[in-house]
């Protein structure tokens, strides 16, 4: 028996006011388009911002339904929109924000295990690793050079060959 470890690092801002100008209006425009979210059941507004390789901007939010099931997060929201609207291009970074309307949003919060898998599938699409900035409305910023940092042992195309 072998026995494998698995560690990745990550940059912790104190706030967003630390990031360089590019991630700063990313994360600002993250937080803005929270307002664009329809969450009428969990009031959690989740809002995502893409800069992709090409310099055009596309954006994402989540879209509840009351059939739970049926609703897609703002990180999937996007990955449709940037491939529906620019097919082949790579993204090179996503800001993801909240707000919390029933409670705080002044920490970073990381995509769902639905989300993680489909952004290293568009890493595997693209051959183009996603940097992530994580944030909330206010508070400390995270950001994650690589999206499949955030998912080991990952499913993909290879395995299914």
């Known amino acids: 028996m072998n026995k494998d470890e698995y560690h990745f690092s990550y940059d912790v801002y104190n706030s967003v006011d630390e990031l360089n100008e ?5 994360v600002q425009a993250a937080r803005k388009v929270t ?3 329809y969450a009428p059941y969990s009031n959690f507004h989740v809002g995502a911002v893409a800069k992709l390789s090409n310099g055009e901007l596309v954006s994402g939010t989540n879209q509840e339904n009351a059939a739970y099931p049926v609703g897609i997060c703002a990180e999937r929201a996007l990955l449709a929109a940037a491939a529906s609207l620019h097919p082949g291009i790579a993204i090179d970074t996503i800001a993801i924000s909240y707000h919390n309307t029933k409670g705080k949003s002044d920490h970073p919060i ?3 295990g639905m989300c993680r898998q489909s952004l290293v599938e568009y890493e595997e699409r693209v051959k183009q690793p996603i940097r992530l900035i ?8 995270i950001v994650v050079e690589k999206a499949n940092s955030l998912l080991p042992l990952s499913f993909g195309s290879i395995d299914l060959k």
Not at 134 to 139: E, Q, Y
Request: proline share 5%; with cysteine; glycine share 10%.
């Open 22 to 26: 590019i991630d700063a209006s990313l």
């Open 35 to 37: 307002a664009s979210a």
């Open 110 to 112: 990381s995509p769902c």
């Open 134 to 141: 994580l944030s909330g409305m206010d508070g400390k910023v």
